[in-house]
């Protein structure tokens, strides 16, 4: 087959003096000429922020991104991960082991690791492309889906669920509920709308939710289940004494429970969708991997490019512990600074032709699950396996995917991802 493997992503010049702080502005699509502008012209911005806000600083190049997330005694998780102004008390009621820094961090993310080791999670590769088995039949018998709702929503918690232990007939309450907390700035997830109504009953509870205390209830129950009886799965793994003899306090372990709800959740579901929206609108990335087996090369190159083109988590934030000079601006302790892990993976001074879909980049060196810091993904070898099996799966079984109406673009500025995906699956 002829070697075309480049696709070019939809550039919107209009989007040039996008207001990054507002949500209504990410339901266009990601502003990518924004952070063009930005990366280019000033890539420690500082940007105001409306409604209480005290601004923060935008970092949007590449290795500035890595500098920071490279700095985390300076530039410290601990006071927050999300631009959101909490108080101190609101803080200590909603943190989770990512919103630590290191020593206290790295104690408890051995705690955590344990159950998603590449090995480990190697295993799991049978199991998940059972589960894609009934989702794909059912959307490919449909014919006309909606691919976000049908496939790449259904699929990430079932495969979670599976591996770390919730039972499937739960899974699509998960879901809701996980909606409910992330996709807390969008009305067709949530009556909490963060930025419209009042939440202020809801601010103890992650994502200022009451969903997180839904969540917060389903975790104890699960926890108790397996209190004197070894379920055999992730969750009974990090309930025992890890080797030095250290237990998971009843907080630790329910806060990492909402925390996996929805991190793993609308992340890797987000990235099924846009690689879906990416087979279906570039004959030529369908055809080249719709003849590749499972265990060619290209798989795990095509895997690295569909996650880097998604790159759903756009930014988390961090808070300077000491004044810093970046890019000749002061950054001031005390202030909030942004790093946008999207914007890095499209920096043209790191990736040559980022707006082109390559799916033999080489070196590829994405920043999507904040590789270079502490936090890096822990999820991020499970959701490498479950984008490649996903797709792998059903390629098998379609001749063709066509796009059949406009994608919707989820209302946040926090995460990005198409949430209705129109298509026409032409089964093999
Ligand atoms: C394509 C899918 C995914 C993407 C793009 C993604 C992205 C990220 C990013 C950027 C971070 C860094 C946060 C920071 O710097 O503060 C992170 C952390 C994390 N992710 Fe993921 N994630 C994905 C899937 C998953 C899955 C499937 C899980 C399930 C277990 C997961 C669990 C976590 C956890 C627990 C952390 C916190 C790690 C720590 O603080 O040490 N993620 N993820």
Redesign the pocket.
């Given at each position: 087959m002829e070697k075309i493997l480049k696709t070019v992503c939809p550039i919107n010049n209009d989007d040039i003096d996008a207001d990054i702080t507002s949500h209504d502005t990410f339901e266009k699509g990601f502003p990518h000429m924004a952070f063009k502008r930005m990366r280019d012209d000033d890539p420690c911005a500082w940007v105001d922020e409306k409604d209480g806000g005290k601004g923060f600083w935008a970092v949007t190049r590449y290795n500035d991104i890595r500098e920071v997330?490279g700095l985390p005694k300076i530039f410290s998780?601990a006071q927050g991960?999300r631009l959101e102004e909490q108080s101190k008390e609101e803080f200590e009621a909603r943190k989770?082991?990512?919103e630590?820094d290191p020593p206290i961090?790295t104690r408890q993310?051995m705690m955590?690791h344990r159950g998603?080791t590449r090995k480990l999670v190697s295993t799991y590769e049978p199991l998940i492309r059972e589960i894609c088995n009934d989702i794909l039949n059912d959307a490919v018998d449909l014919s006309e889906v909606d691919a976000t709702k049908e496939i790449a929503k259904k699929l990430?918690m079932r495969m979670?669920g599976r591996v770390?232990g919730t039972p499937d007939e739960d899974a699509e309450w998960l879901v809701s509920r996980g909606d409910a907390m992330i996709a807390n700035s969008d009305p067709d997830f949530t009556d909490h709308v963060i930025d419209k109504v009042d939440t202020d009953e809801y601010r103890f509870l992650p994502f200022r939710s009451p969903a997180g205390k839904e969540i917060y209830d389903y975790g104890e129950k699960q926890k108790k289940l397996r209190e004197n009886h070894n379920m055999g799965d992730v969750m009974s793994m990090l309930l025992q004494p890890d080797k030095q003899g250290d237990k998971l306090s009843d907080l630790e372990f329910k806060n990492?429970f909402a925390?996996?709800v929805a991190?793993?959740?609308d992340?890797?579901r987000?990235?099924m969708a846009s690689s879906m929206h990416a087979l279906a609108n570039n004959p030529y990335i369908f055809d080249y991997l719709k003849s590749a087996p499972d265990d060619a090369p290209i798989w795990l190159s095509a895997t690295e490019e569909f996650?880097r083109w998604?790159?759903?988590?756009m930014h988390?934030r961090r808070t300077a512990t000491e004044d810093y000079k970046l890019h000749n601006k002061k950054i001031k302790e005390g202030d909030k600074v942004a790093?946008w892990?999207t914007s890095g993976n499209y920096d043209e001074r790191k990736f040559s032709n980022p707006f082109s879909f390559d799916l033999e980049r080489e070196n590829n060196q994405h920043?999507?699950?904040?590789q270079g810091?502490?936090?890096?993904?822990?999820?991020?070898w499970?959701?490498?396996l479950?984008?490649r099996v996903a797709m792998q799966e059903l390629l098998k079984r379609v001749l063709k995917i066509e796009q059949i109406g406009p994608e919707k673009y989820l209302r946040s500025n926090f995460i990005r991802g198409i949430k209705n995906l129109p298509v026409r699956l032409t089964s093999a």
């Open positions: 997330n998780s991960i989770t082991f990512q630590t961090h993310r955590f998603f990430p979670l770390v990492f925390l996996m991190a793993g959740n992340t890797t987000y990235t996650i998604a790159s759903p988590t988390f790093i892990f920043i999507a699950f904040g810091g502490p936090h890096t993904c822990l999820g991020m499970l959701a490498r479950e984008v």
